[in-house]
């Protein structure tokens, strides 16, 4: 089978394929708690820069404070995974049918985080979706620096090897953060997904060539846009 134009899809997982209930916001709340900063003046910041690396994150709001950020890091960490623990995480409705679908139209796919390694294989045991996709990639296995950095997404073409050509990536998620992720990495669609903490006017301004309701629709919008090319 001829591979097709775009055979590298990189997803984002919280709010793109994951729906966590708000979970972020109440971890980041734990964390602030935890090290006696009020979370209420940096709730703004925390969901304006929504896929971001949350160490990163946490660097930005206590001042650069290394060791303070991560202590708050691993507080996050330590209280999103006691949230999984509960069962309050759940798929976005056909998101693993789409990793499913997409993979045998013969694309490899890649699941992203901003979370730390231990917090994804949390969500990932909680659903059930190890070996859903081809690979599983947190910011630790890109060098350290996640979204808004392309650099998880180049990972994922250096790890895979699955296209010659960063034009056939195609990249989704439901922050500004991964869509400027996408466009940095030169990836010939990026998808905007409606699931999740931005809405179309953020997603559009920071370079989303297709919005779509929620990662289910991806499939076919991968297909259609690779018909209209040919």
């Given at each position: 089978m001829?591979?097709?134009q775009h055979?590298l899809?990189?997803?984002d997982?919280?709010?793109?394929?994951?729906?966590?209930d708000?979970?972020?916001?109440?971890?980041?709340?734990?964390a602030?708690e935890?090290?006696?900063?009020d979370?209420?003046?940096?709730?703004?910041?925390?969901?304006a820069?929504?896929g971001e690396?949350k160490?990163?994150?946490?660097?930005?709001?206590?001042g650069?404070?290394?060791?303070?950020?991560?202590?708050?890091?691993?507080?996050?960490e330590?209280a999103?995974?006691a949230?999984?623990?509960?069962?309050?995480?759940s798929?976005?409705?056909?998101?693993a049918?789409?990793?499913a679908?997409?993979?045998e139209?013969?694309?490899?796919?890649?699941?992203t985080?901003g979370?730390?390694?231990?917090?994804?294989?949390?969500?990932?045991?909680?659903l059930?979706?190890?070996?859903?996709?081809?690979?599983?990639l947190?910011p630790?296995?890109?060098?350290?620096?996640g979204?808004?950095y392309?650099?998880?997404?180049l990972?994922?073409?250096l790890?895979t090897?699955?296209?010659?050509?960063?034009?056939?990536?195609a990249?989704?998620?439901?922050?500004?953060?991964?869509?400027l992720?996408g466009?940095?990495s030169?990836?010939?669609?990026?998808?905007?997904?409606l699931?999740g903490a931005?809405g179309?006017r953020a997603?559009?301004?920071?370079?989303?060539?297709?919005v779509?309701p929620?990662?289910?629709?991806?499939p076919?919008a991968?297909?259609?846009?690779?018909?209209?090319?040919a």
């Open positions: 001829t591979a097709p055979a899809i990189v997803l997982m919280a709010g793109t394929t994951v729906a966590d708000g979970l972020v916001e109440l971890a980041f709340t734990a602030a935890r090290l006696g900063e979370p209420a003046t940096m709730i703004d910041h925390v969901r820069t929504m690396s160490i990163t994150v946490f660097r930005h709001l206590l650069g404070d290394e060791q303070r950020a991560r202590q708050a890091n691993l507080a996050f330590e999103y995974a949230l999984v623990d509960s069962g309050r995480i798929a976005i409705p056909g998101a049918e789409a990793v679908a997409l993979r139209q013969g694309r490899t796919v890649v699941l985080t979370f730390a390694r231990v917090t994804q294989d949390a969500i990932l045991d909680a059930g979706w190890h070996g859903l996709a081809d690979l599983t947190c630790a296995d890109a060098g350290g620096r979204r808004p392309p650099d998880m997404v990972t994922a073409l790890r090897g699955a296209v010659d050509d960063v034009r056939r990536i990249v989704a998620g439901d922050t500004a953060y991964d869509v992720s466009v940095r030169g990836a010939g669609i990026v998808a905007g997904v699931t931005h179309e997603l559009t301004e920071h370079g989303a060539t297709h779509l929620s990662v289910a629709a991806l076919e991968v297909r259609e846009h690779e018909e209209r090319r």
